[in-house]
């Protein structure tokens, strides 16, 4: 099976995936309890990405390097209320300095 075929088959399968939306009934969506799952769900699936990007090494393992020190950096100018442009900025110095001093 060629890579093209795959990818076709990807967009397809995400196309129907997306499209099978249309047809979930609305009352099914209208309670209380689905209403707050679908408030945090895009919140926790980002904070499981963020986890894993950061501490996650390659074949499983776990890694301490600039990455963790830089998302330390990040949620505190967060918890601080600073600019999102800053906090992205402050992370990849932090990040940057860490690796030039030869913490990879």
Not at 3 to 23: D, E, N, P, R
Not at 86 to 97: D, E, G, I, P, Q
Request: net charge positive.
């Amino acid at each position: 099976m060629s890579t093209w075929v795959t990818v076709l088959g990807a967009c397809a399968l995400a196309y129907a995936l997306k499209l099978s939306g249309y047809f979930v009934p609305a009352r099914w969506l209208a309670g209380p309890r689905t209403a707050r799952m679908t408030a945090l769900l895009p919140a926790a699936l980002l904070a499981g990405l963020i986890v894993l990007q950061t501490v996650g090494g390659a074949g499983g393992t776990f890694t301490l390097d600039a990455r963790l020190a830089a998302l330390g950096v990040a949620v505190l100018l967060l918890w601080r209320g600073a600019n999102f442009l800053l906090v992205v900025a402050a992370a990849a110095v932090t990040a940057a300095l860490l690796r030039l001093a030869g913490w990879a």
